[in-house]
């Protein structure tokens, strides 16, 4: 059995590393074989020059026994939680090592509890900090806990390994995997509201025609370009506030309804809705989101997108996995 998985070893959710385990590291067992070995040829040769190496030796043994101790020991840790990511793509959270003590820190090893990456490495300086990253997979949406971490290290000799559990207390929000098609699906049209005369104050006036396209209403051809090429070619009119109309009007918007996509699994619709949220961010198309009782009201920028894809990684979860 591995000593770090004995049970009476738990992580403890401290903020400091004020309990710190030790015990001997391979090197420190032949060390001690060693010292048996030089103490018996002592007794046995009745030499004093070897009793003299035996006790030396040992008393190195005991300073680095307490040298390892005091590399961990008084280490305050805190946690800050990375951006939130998307279910299936790794989620990140900085651990931060201060140590307010007049000595450095030296060789400690950070690695996730029960996992088999390989530790990271840090060097504190007196009165100084250090910042380490660990990641973590996101493999369904809701909030994410950063795992348990042990810290260990066996400097100065390595005839001791001491260290320590600590549970961060941060979490990183996952929203749900935006669904990926080959094209991506169209935005939802039915539901669009495009602009109108009321949205202006009822002034709009004429910025030209253009070539018909397929889907502009009827009452928008513009019949006397058409006369004038003899109806081999359509022409619409093509409007545009007038200049006294206030600025930074919503041209258009459309609302992401979750119920119309009922034909769907729970998290299909969640996914799907994800992506049409991208989508018409990265189209300037201003949305909105129904999601069941809740109603996000059509916008655009940054904090619509992210309060969107909220709501939807903390749709339909339990209190445990939704409570922020």
Not at 20 to 26: A, E, K, Y
Request: glycine share 8%; charged share 15%; hydrophobic share 45%.
């Amino acid at each position: 059995m591995r000593w770090r998985n004995v049970s009476w070893l738990p992580a403890r959710p401290w903020l400091g590393a004020q309990r710190v385990h030790i015990r001997p590291s391979g090197a420190g067992l032949a060390f001690a074989a060693l010292l048996l070995a030089l103490w018996i040829a002592a007794v046995n040769y009745r030499l004093g020059l070897g009793y003299a190496l035996t006790y030396f030796a040992a008393a190195c043994a005991i300073a680095d026994m307490l040298f390892a101790s005091r590399n961990l020991a008084g280490l305050a840790l805190t946690a800050t939680p990375g951006s939130p990511a998307f279910a299936g793509s790794p989620a990140t959270f900085t651990l931060r090592l201060i140590n307010r003590s007049t000595r450095a820190r030296h060789a400690i090893h950070l690695a996730v509890s029960d996992a088999p990456a390989a530790p990271q490495l840090a060097d504190i300086a007196a009165h100084g900090e250090t910042a380490v990253s660990i990641v973590v997979a996101a493999r369904q949406r809701g909030w994410v806990t950063a795992p348990a971490v042990r810290l260990s290290g066996s400097f100065p000799l390595g005839l001791f390994v001491a260290w320590c559990h600590w549970q961060p207390e941060a979490r990183v929000l996952v929203y749900p995997q935006p669904e990926q098609g080959a094209p991506p699906l169209p935005l939802p049209s039915d539901n669009a509201r495009p602009a109108t005369r009321q949205a202006y104050g009822g002034a709009q006036e004429l910025a030209g025609v253009r070539a018909y396209q397929p889907g502009d209403p009827l009452h928008r051809l513009a019949w006397r370009q058409i006369a004038r090429h003899d109806g081999e070619h359509l022409f619409s009119k093509q409007f545009q506030p007038a200049a006294d109309a206030p600025t930074g009007s919503p041209r258009g918007s459309i609302m992401l309804e979750h119920a119309s996509l009922h034909a769907l699994a729970t998290e299909a619709r969640l996914s799907r809705l994800a992506a049409w949220v991208l989508q018409a961010e990265s189209t300037g198309l201003p949305y909105g989101l129904r999601l069941g009782a809740l109603t996000v009201a059509p916008g655009l920028g940054a904090s619509q997108r992210d309060a969107c894809l909220r709501a939807l990684a903390l749709h339909g979860l339990p209190p445990d996995r939704a409570a922020p």
